[in-house]
């Protein structure tokens, strides 16, 4: 509102010239013709449109004006916004007790409050230019037709820029206001940031069942993959870690399954059921067990440990034929302060 005014009243004081000589050009026009013209209805009909059109010429440049200081105002504030459901009709708003709770709610103190700063301040400096101004504008009456609207223009632009700068400071002060106080009301509280955490993240007991499933899941896929294990090394007790090797499709032997305490005592039962060798070995179950996922090959550091196990195993299934003794099992050495 205040770049508008200040913008309308600029353009008129600097436009006071041509616009007063044209407007009185119109004026005079108006007023003068003869008889004939006054009774002819077609003619009266044409002189109005002649001065309205040369009103309209004469308001042009000022509605011009008008119409830029909208725009780029609204664009420096925040921005254009086009919307139609502003003019949608709801019910709501004819209810009186949410129009008696907007009038004396706390924010609608707060705008009377600032209403009322704002009516008074632009007061002050209205009557206080009036006082100032008081001669020029009683000299009007004295002078001519044609200077006195000339001044007259002069003047009405002069009082719309002194009552603008007062509304120039109102701005200063309520345009950040109203900026921070938008601002705080798209603000969330603490429990919708918490509320959204959850709706984004998960919730824990959705995440917490999701989990569940998963590991049921693996379980289930580690236990299936379990029977083509060369060989389960165990704690014995409380660790077992499955291992697998093909020398055609593997750079070395993978876990394909490993588990802790009741998950460990579940793969050795499955493993001897299928037949598949335990070795105890505890450092090398430990480490092994530490240091590799389902899927992943074990470490170089253990490739020496598992190598003695794994030939152990080869060589047991050859000695299971006639006529062969077993050999004593290796005893793999691992320093578990690396894992």
């Keep these: 509102m205040t770049g508008v005014m200040l913008c309308g009243a600029a353009t008129i004081l600097l436009l006071s010239g041509p616009s007063s000589r044209r407007i009185l050009q119109a004026f005079s026009s108006a007023f003068e013709f003869d008889r004939a013209t006054a009774f002819d209805p077609a003619s009266v009909t044409q002189r109005f449109g002649a001065i309205a059109a040369e009103m309209f010429v004469a308001l042009l440049p000022l509605g011009v004006a008008l119409l830029v200081a909208v725009f780029l105002s609204a664009a420096l504030i925040g921005g254009w916004s086009f919307s139609l459901e502003a ?13 008696l709770k907007r009038v004396f709610g706390a924010n609608g103190l707060n705008e009377l409050v600032k209403a009322m700063a704002k009516f008074a301040l632009v ?27 000339s001044r007259a223009f002069e003047l009405s632009a002069l009082s719309l820029l002194i009552v603008g700068s007062g509304l120039v400071l109102i701005a200063a002060v309520d345009v950040p206001f109203q900026l921070w106080q938008y601002r705080k009301k798209l603000r969330m509280t603490r429990q919708q940031v918490r509320d959204e955490m959850k709706e984004t993240e998960g919730r824990p007991e959705v995440k917490s069942r999701i989990r569940a499933l998963q590991r049921q899941a693996a379980t289930r896929r580690m236990m299936e993959d379990l029977p083509d294990a060369d060989v ?15 020398d055609a499709t593997m750079g070395a032997p993978t876990v394909i399954a490993k588990g802790q305490d009741q998950l460990a005592a579940r793969i050795r039962e499955v493993a001897e059921l299928h037949k598949v060798p335990l070795f105890s070995a505890p450092p090398l179950a430990r480490a092994l067990y530490r240091s590799s996922e389902v899927g992943d090959e074990v470490p170089a550091r253990l490739y020496t440990a598992v190598a ?11 000695t299971l034929r006639p006529g062969q003794r077993p050999m004593q099992p290796p005893v793999p050495v691992v320093d578990e302060d690396d894992f």
């Excluded at 003019?87 to 129009?99: T, Y």
């Excluded at 400096?125 to 009007?140: K, M, Y």
């Excluded at 389960?232 to 093909?246: G, Q, S």
């Design 87 to 99: 003019l949608q009709f709801k019910f709501e708003r004819l209810s009186p007790v949410k129009g």
């Design 123 to 149: 007061a002050i400096i209205a009557v206080s230019w009036l006082w100032f101004s008081v001669e020029d504008l009683i000299g009007l009456g004295r002078q001519p037709i044609g200077p006195a609207v």
């Design 232 to 246: 389960v090394i165990t704690n014995p007790t409380h660790f077992a870690v499955a291992l697998k090797y093909d």
């Design 308 to 318: 003695q196990v794994l030939a152990y195993v080869y060589q047991l299934k050859e």
